[in-house]
């Protein structure tokens, strides 16, 4: 088995075998806001998400051995500028690892508006990160994926895997391949827990300012983002055990809290970065008065205005009917727990 499996990556070294891999988006319940390498994407803090069953992003990788320059699309259009850098980055990194120089063609197919903080290069870097790695003949394991995947997005690590997911921060100590090493994501262990995630997109336009920036600006100039990363181990001890217990309320609280608080470390950055628009406020207000009438709802939000309301699966319907109603201009989308990232064809593996 294993021979026949390294017979076919050395054969996919040498033929330039498509590979198409699919990831879905995560949302992060323990937020992931903060680096302290850039370069190697390693965090300042633990982070614990959800994968979600919509939204995938499909991608698919070919060498080309007569190519100059890599070619990138993203949903049929020529990728540029900021995207275009990124996605050649991350190749070269995989490139440097095989030491196949070949350039390669990435057609990159989302059903998330990009850019709109609704997770779509967690998918999009996880996908890349599973079918470069098998257009290229390299043989990671999926815990090796989720270190390769972190380096196009920090959040990618995540979507690696299924159900609910920690990324470890790493140690902050010795080397920079121990650091390397230790930043990884797995899966959590949860209760008996049924939860759907109502998504709230109030407004699907690209985000002024992107989480990159706005994550090293909150560093270097927000007074309120050490207090939080403190507050956030705590978070993520609490979110550990709520899991496990099934407790769809703490698992909830602690959630709105922690995504309130990163929110807070932005506005206090210098100048400010504020994601939270009026329909956010308006959802956010709506979720309390779930909570009034008994309905364990709770709201988490990223890098932009859409609202992610974390509720019992059985309560979605509800939940999502009171948003829509509260935001008439937007739209609601219902995702429960997802699969981790998988290669659909290709690549020998
Ligand atoms: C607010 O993973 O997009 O969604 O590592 O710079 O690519 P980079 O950042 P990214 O940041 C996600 C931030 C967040 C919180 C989270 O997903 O944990």
Redesign the pocket.
């Known amino acids: 088995m294993r021979s026949d499996h390294l017979t076919a990556l050395a054969h996919a070294r040498d033929t330039a075998v498509p590979a198409t891999a699919v990831a879905h988006p995560?949302?992060?319940l323990?937020?992931?806001?903060g680096?302290r390498d850039e370069h190697l994407?390693l965090?300042r803090v633990d982070?614990l998400?959800m994968t979600l069953d919509i939204l995938p992003t499909t991608t698919r990788v070919c060498r080309d051995p007569a190519a100059g320059r890599d070619r990138v699309t993203l949903n049929g259009r020529p990728a540029a500028g900021e995207a275009l850098r990124r996605v050649v980055a991350f190749l070269d990194l995989v490139r440097e690892r095989t030491g196949l120089a070949h350039r390669a063609v990435v057609d990159s197919e989302n059903t998330v508006a990009t850019g709109a903080?609704l997770?779509s290069?967690?998918s999009g870097?996880a996908a890349l990160a599973v079918a470069a790695a098998a257009a290229y003949g390299l043989d990671l394991d999926a815990t090796a994926l989720t270190r390769l995947a972190?380096r196009?997005?920090?959040?990618?690590a995540?979507s690696i895997f299924g159900g609910f997911v920690v990324w470890h921060a790493g140690p902050d100590a010795g080397t920079v391949a121990e650091a390397d090493l230790g930043s990884h994501a797995e899966p959590v262990p949860v209760g008996d827990l049924d939860p759907a995630l109502v998504i709230a997109v109030v407004d699907g336009g690209p985000k002024a300012v992107?989480?990159?920036v706005a994550?090293r600006r909150t560093v270097d100039t927000s007074p309120l983002y050490e207090p939080w990363a403190v507050s956030s181990k705590e978070d993520l001890t609490g979110m550990r055990a709520a899991l496990l217990a099934g407790d769809i309320a703490a698992v909830g609280e602690i959630a709105e809290r922690n995504a309130l608080g990163?929110h807070a470390t932005m506005l206090a950055a210098r100048p400010a970065v504020r994601y939270l628009a009026p329909a956010t406020l308006t959802v956010l207000d709506r979720v309390l008065r779930l909570r009034d009438d008994g309905i364990p709802a709770y709201a988490t939000m990223?890098?932009g205005p859409n609202v992610k309301v974390l509720c019992r699966r059985a309560d979605a319907d509800l939940v999502a009917g009171a948003v829509r109603a509260a935001v008439p201009g937007g739209s609601v989308l219902i995702a429960t727990p997802g699969p981790g990232a998988r290669l659909l064809a290709g690549g020998g593996r």
Request: aromatic share 10%; hydrophobic share 40%.
């Open positions: 995560n949302i992060a323990v937020k992931y806001w680096k994407v965090p982070s998400s903080g997770a290069s967690a870097f972190r196009g997005s920090g959040s990618a995540r992107s989480s990159r994550m990163m990223d890098a």
